[in-house]
């Protein structure tokens, strides 16, 4: 079964590619996940037998799925309805292949024992006079007739209906792109009927030609080159079309993959992302943006991540590719092809048995998150011009990464002192760094941003590689747990907790073992150490003392609030921990200020006293700088608020920059001050009674703002809820101020206030509710810790005290409108 | 319509259903931009269509339309931004145990997007799976709300969940909205100083409506619409006549007496709904009456009503245990009762003398009825007679009662008076 697709291959292209005849071929890294093949096994796939077994097969005859993976290549073409054929002519145009040289090998290292005569893989190669390395976007051929295709770029040809096609295309573009790039340069139109050159990039926006991004570069066995190409879509060909806020270089990564000969490459072109496409300086024409991937099973769109192209990149890619084994494998004859297709159009309704794996358990994970996307990107997302004071909230959040980090310059040197001290030493002696300070105060993105400045040195090859586990103790489900993960993140493998304490010791403390060198030095990094802390510490003993170790090259930096957590344990474990120490004292208020107005840079919608005064409260209380972060942009949060609300109910008008504004009310003017106190050409005119006020769309958040803000946050909603609540329960509360001023004992019984409250109303000329009324009310009040109090079934035994202090509701109670007489008993 | 004879039914029905019906009650709270609706919703829209990550809390005290107002706020962005929004629900009384919130954050991850669940999942799995999921929608574009309902429950133990969750909301990739609701106005207090500090403390206050809002919403829930199935002419002499009622000082002091009490939108709600079910169907108009009778039906004294039910022998029970508290007699039971009632009715030589089992059936039933308790809940083992036991009614209470009772025999308001 597992050689039958081979001859059932009856694509020309079989002929030129000759069939790698080696029995037993060395797996490729990106294939033995071992949780991958396990989940291929075991997932049923009733509808087809053959693929099924095929795919079996496959994980142990790497050639094979190579090659009927090749055929993504001709598939593609066999989809757009052309017949293949063979490109021998093209191959003989072309310069030998075995002329491409080597610059880097990677990987080979892996492989290095069973690589004898098999694939090498490369990162960069010089084919064809071009370079292409991996992570490259290259044009691909599309059609088979490849020789003409090649003409074409270098002939000037007469394109007549295509050019104008082309053409077309660009006089419906959508409306936001010259709003969103005004860079762009819209190529001036030939002539009609005039010889014109199609260039590159035409041919691909009018799906002439193919876009992909290299993942792998290899050398077959008969020495032709291949490579690993990943598909870059026109929004033409998702299933939503292109959609009005599409660009026109726009392209979508999709998650299709192909094997293609390196000869079928044009040459490169750029794929960016929006945020280099905007700074990108080099005006060519090979370049284009893609912000977001398709799914091509479940049509979705998904925007890519930014950060994380990374190893985790590389991760992904290679589940991806196990993923699409699994679906793609069956492909090789034309039937099956048409199968293939069907069941991918199937997909989108429900999950087909093949995928029937949970999705939040570990194994099935991946199979969930391709799942999720959006059917249609939003256009509001693309399209929404952002005032000035979203920009400020979008800036300020808390999850936006500040571009530098003000304040904590000498920490992070400590911080890469130390950790540069403890890899670079020959001996990589073992260390462990103690740091606390009170919560928002940059700790945890202190170090997180030292070890990116280290990963990029890392990359430019000044220090050696490490790795790097980053740990939360609030987020493991129990201590233990941590042996598992810190194991998992070094090794891949889960097991359960005391295997992996068994194997970390193992690795960090077993003397004996060999080959030590080629361990890499290890950063522990543990958030929120406290959390590890059990009864007998044996947990934080444990990961403690590897360091201590001769040849552990373990190097832990434990994360906690309070400074004195290593005096709190046990005298082996402080002795162990509280050598090197850093404090990350709170802000002051200059420094909060600073981290502000630096991510304020260039965003003109704070008063700089506003600022200040947030700062300067926050620093007085906790110099914590998420607090600092979340008053201000809960005051822009105001502020925009104010803005949209009150000045939306005629809103035709805000397009244009005018906002009528009722200043017949008697809030009017005072608004218009408050919030446009900069306006410098307000211009007010007087229609039908209403005035209405031109200005250029502009509001500083101001103390007003602020002053709200802080409110919010820092108080108890208390002594609102107290003016608002019902008569009685004001009358109840006076009484228990009353108790309490005369016995002086916070603590009174229900019986006792009864009594009070009935000599408070009799006094006063109220009816008494009765006892089981006022029994209620005070339970009310309990509710909301008002008072605290015990159950309402203890009726005049139960036990009451005021939760704020009596200042609060006499307070709030003095001058009450409603019942003038409590203020004589406050 | 297939006319039912009487329009009055069908009026009926209608109010019914709009006074249990919370979002038809809360909508002309909604277009005033002071209005907790509008502050919520652009809170949370600007959560949808901005990627502000937010964390709000909802205090108020119960019955007062958190929860109302949050299905308001999230059925219209639902309506608005169809398939870019995920609830999920938590209740805190159920929920509060952060393995078991976990788990059921990743079911109903899994229903929303149709996704296949596995209870198995360790915490771990599901914690990871959670936080990946926050990661992809952000990337789509999909916003999740966490709506926590009893938010103070979460707050014990570890906190590991608002933790992670809150973490989460920090990294740049997610899009989600955590929202609290609590009746404690201590809530943010109760957070452990890690997650305060990664809350973002937003609050909406809920307070009972004010005078006005009152009179808005009273017309609100009772004028019948004009233009539907309702006899034209009937539902204009409803109106009025309801306007008349509004308008009435007698109405408004049977609305202030209500709301003397407890002033929260729920508590009205029920006294409207007691209102209308003793609406006459003959006449088929609301009265004053009806309203009258429904306060009084609203503003029951439980305690009382057990009293008025008791039995002459209960009645000396509860007096003798009155008489050894008025002597400083700090703990008693069964015993010590009797020997009082023993000395009244030597004393007084009542006519009302039972034999001890029988009164050791009446203690129980008080016990029953909670007009007395237990001193403690150990005594368990302990026979009845010898468990201390505490009167649960004052003194003033028993007065009343003995008062208002009708046969009550005369030597007992006498001994009580002294």
Known sequence: MAETPQKSFHSPRKAHKPSPSTPIIPQTPQTVTPSRSSRQVSSPDPSDLRRSSRRSSLQFLEPEKRSSKATKYVKKGERSKLPVTPDVSEARKRKSPDEGNVVTRARVSRNAGLMRKKRVYYKKVVYDGGEFAVGDDVYVKRRENASSDDEELQVEELFETSAEGGSRRGLDMPVCEARKLGKEVVLPKPPKGKKRKRTAREKLLSSDLWTAHIENIWKEVDGTYWFRGRWYIIPEETAAGRQSHNLRRELYRTNDFADIEMESIIRLCYVMSPKEFTKANNEGDDIFLCEYEYDIHWHSFKRLAEIDNGEEGNEEADNDVDWDYGKDSGSDTEEDMEYEEENVNNLPSGPSPAHAVAANSWKGRIFGLKKIGTKKIPGHVRCHKQTELERAKATLLLATLPKSLPCRTKEMEEITAFIKGAICNDQCLGRCLYIHGVPGTGKTMSVLSVMRNLRSEVDAGSIKPYCFVDINGLKLASPENIYRVIYEALSGHRVGWKKALHLLNERFADESKIAKEEIRPCILLIDELDLLVTRNQSVLYNILDWPTKPHSKLIVIGIANTMDLPEKLLPRISSRMGIQRLCFGPYNYQQLQEIISSRLKGIDAFERQAIEFASRKVAAISGDARRALEICRRAAELADYHIKKLTSPPDSSSEDGTLPLFLASQTGLHFVEKYYPLVPKATVSSLDGSIFLCFPGKALVGMAEVEAAIQEMFQAPQIQVMKSSSKLSKIFLVAMVHELYQTGMAETTFEKLSVTVSCLCTSNGEKFPGWDTLLRVGCKLGECRIILCEAGAKHRLQKLQLNFPSDDVAFALKDDKELPWLAKYL | ?418
């Open chain 2, 1 to 418: 319509m297939k006319g039912r004879e009487n329009p009055a039914e069908d009026a009926l029905i209608l109010l019914r259903s709009r006074i249990c019906n919370p979002n038809f009650v809360f909508t002309p709270f909604s277009d005033s931009p002071d209005s907790n609706y509008s502050k919520l919703k652009f809170i949370i829209s600007s959560s949808v269509t901005e990627a502000c990550n937010n964390s709000i809390l909802l205090l108020g005290p119960r019955g007062s339309g958190k929860t109302a107002v949050l299905e308001l706020v999230i059925r219209d962005l639902l309506a608005e931004h169809a398939d870019m929004i995920s609830v999920i629900r938590l209740n805190g009384l159920l929920h509060s145990d952060d393995n078991c919130a976990v788990k059921e954050i990743a079911r109903q991850l899994c229903v929303e997007h149709q996704l296949l669940f596995s209870k198995m999942a360790s915490f771990d799995d599901n914690s990871q799976f959670m936080i990946a999921m926050l990661r992809e929608c952000g990337l789509a574009h999909k916003t999740i709300i966490f709506v926590l309902d009893e938010f103070d429950f979460f707050t014990q133990g570890k906190q590991r969940l608002l933790y992670s969750l809150l973490d989460a909301m920090q990294s740049v990739t997610s899009q989600a909205v955590v929202i609290g609701v609590s009746c404690r106005l201590d809530a943010d207090q109760l957070l452990e100083k890690r997650v305060r500090s990664r809350f973002s403390h937003r609050k909406v206050l809920f307070l009972p409506p004010s005078k006005e809002d009152l009179q808005r919403l009273l017309e609100h829930i009772f004028s019948l619409p004009v233009d539907t199935s309702l006899p034209n002419d009937y539902a204009v002499e409803f109106n009025m006549k309801l306007h008349h009622i509004l308008a009435d000082e007698r109405f408004k002091e049977i609305i202030n007496t209500l709301l003397n009490s407890d002033s929260t939108v729920k508590h009205l709600l029920r006294f409207l709904f007691y209102a209308v079910c003793h609406m006459d169907l003959e006449s088929g108009f609301l009265s004053l009456d009806n309203f009258r009778t429904a306060m009084s039906s609203i503003q029951r004294q439980p305690k009382m009503e057990y009293l008025q039910d008791c039995s002459i022998l209960e009645l000396y029970i509860l007096v003798c245990m009155k008489r050894l508290e008025v002597k400083e007699q700090n703990s008693y039971n069964f015993n010590s009762v009797m020997k009082e009632y023993k000395g009244i009715h030597d004393a007084y030589q009542t006519s009302d003398y039972y034999a001890r089992n029988v009164c050791l059936r009446a203690f129980e039933h008080l016990v029953q009825r909670e007009l007395i308790c237990f001193m403690d809940n150990r005594g368990n083992n302990q026979s009845i007679e010898f468990r201390a036991v505490k009167l649960l009614i004052s003194s003033h209470e028993l007065y009343q009662g003995l008062k208002s009772y009708r046969s009550c025999p005369v030597i007992l308001r006498k001994l009580v008076d002294q």
